[in-house]
């Protein structure tokens, strides 16, 4: 986003004694403190989450090496059963969501907006810091044997298999759920009333719309967990019948209130990085986004539609044929403003000057990827279908594409894109583009396969299985080792860049939004002058506009 830079009154922060307590940088160690500057909670949800994140990558390997050979002969079936619950709940609720949108919605937004923070400072450090003991409390389960329901925990499995482990997941998924909605306050009211005042609702970055969709989905979905969850807790310790079917209990009831959330969280964790998409590809295209309004309508489209699909989740819990119908209806909506966002993605890559950095890599592997995921998944919204391979592996393989082929990648493409502007150096491209060839491969060998294991009738959550599966099994398990030994590239490069790579300079990709106007890192409060506004965000080729710090002119404000 071009702009101009116009001298207003110096922030009361940065004069006079004030300016003792803001040093113009952070210290390392500040990383480590109840900080309230939103560039440095991004930072710590983004480190936070990456351990998470490494935990969960670590259970899921340990059952891919079970998964080698039929029988349970590398980890115990009830380790098994409590790696496989808590490393979905790792990588959606402690890696995925916090990564996505605590991470780079925190560092980006403000910047974006022409904000010199988030509306609430102390509100969002709170937020953060209810992850880290979320996390404890989910590891701390496994001392007393971990959760055995799997991520969705469902009674009466879950009322009468370890209480005290499902107990403490419970705590910590109500944990990490107050941090999103905190972190939605926080998000809907800077977008909405901290943006600088010459920018328009029309020139917001689309980043910040994914951001304002996810957290409006999140304020009425999560809420809703919560409830089942804590009804949920009081069966098991209280001696409530909510859930209880031999005490006049419906478990079914929580199915709804489970889903009604947790098909919403599908979207809050891929709209935001629909969002690092949209900044992405046009930067390294160098074409102005296909479709500006139709993607930033299209977010709050699959929010709204999004509401109202959860059920295709049920359609073997003795779903009515009429509400399997208007399930099924409205889960094939909701695939057309997707479509809308890949369709302007495509054209917007046609006849760009594109330049295949590390970041555009990953950007247009996840675009290949959630194709694949996104036809699956309409497989699946459709009852007859999905009546047949419910709680298979084609029902993994499909998830993962969506999330691992989809999130993560963004994730990915994300760090790669703004590393420089977070830590003031390039990454080694190189050694990006190994990262990104063996998570690449190693992905379709993990996840591929699992289609035509589910299509076969293998089901899912089962460490010992009928041998007839163990060629497809295999397969999975090296494309598995591969995804583990992928991330120790990333990681190297990442620390010795953070250290000793190239100064990045302000903008090195030549971006026109407004976080690359600042310095690299950013200033504690973004800028010494407020930035002014000229033209949008991604008006690449079009009359001569670039990115320029100087101080405005009255010709170019005008």
Known sequence: MAQAQLPLNTPPSMSGDSQKEHPKAWKWYDYFTFNVDHK????????????????????????????????????????????????????????????????????????????????????????????????????????????????????????????????????????????????????????????????????????????????????????????????????????????????????????????????????????????????????????PIFGYKAIAYSSLAICFVGLFVWVHHMFTSGTPPWMRMFFTISTLIVAVPTGVKIFGWVATLWGGKIRYTTAMLFAVGLLSMFVIGGITGVTLGTAPFDLHVHDTYYVVGHFHYVLFGGSVFGIYAGIYHWFPKMTGRMMNETWGKVHFVLTFIGTHLTF????????????????????????????????????????IPFFINALWSWMYGEKAGDNPWNALSLEWTTSSPPLIENWEILPVVTHGPYDYGMNGHSVTTEKATSESVS
Request: charged content about 5%; glycine content about 8%; overall charge neutral.
């Open 40 to 287: 440095v909670i991004g930072i710590q949800y983004l480190v936070t989450a990456f351990f998470f994140y490494l935990l969960g990558g670590l259970m899921a390997i340990a059952m891919r090496a079970e998964l080698l050979t039929p029988d349970p002969d590398f980890i115990d079936p009830t380790l098994y059963n409590a790696f496989l619950t808590n490393h979905g709940t790792f990588m959606i609720f402690l890696w995925i969501v916090p990564a996505a949108i605590g991470g780079f919605g925190n560092f980006l937004v403000p910047l974006m907006v022409g904000a010199r923070d988030m509306a609430f400072p102390k509100l969002n450090a709170i937020a953060f810091w209810l992850n880290p003991p979320a996390g404890a409390i989910l590891l701390a389960s496994f001392f007393f044997g971990g959760s055995q329901t799997g991520w969705t925990a469902y009674p009466p499995l879950s009322l009468i298999t370890n209480n005290i482990g499902q107990s403490l997941w419970i705590l910590s998924i109500v944990l990490v759920g107050t941090s999103s909605i905190l972190g939605s306050v926080n998000f809907v009211v800077t977008i909405l009333f901290m943006r600088v005042p010459s920018m328009q609702l029309t020139q917001v970055p689309l980043f910040c719309w994914a951001i304002l969709a996810t957290s409006v989905l999140a304020l009425f979905s999560t809420p809703v967990l919560a409830a089942g969850l804590v009804l949920l807790l009081f069966d098991i310790n209280f001696g409530t019948s909510f859930f209880k079917p031999d005490a006049g209990g419906n478990v079914v009831i929580y199915q709804h209130l489970f889903w009604f959330y947790s098909h919403p969280a599908v979207y809050l964790m891929i709209l935001p990085i629909f969002g690092i998409m949209s900044e992405i590809i046009p930067v390294h295209a160098r074409k």
């Open 448 to 487: 591929l396969p699992m289609h035509e294991l589910g299509l076969q009738g293998m089901p899912r959550r089962v460490a010992m299985y009928d041998p007839q599966f163990i060629s497809l099994n295999q397969l999975c398990t090296f494309g598995s080792i591969l995804l583990g030994i992928s991330v």
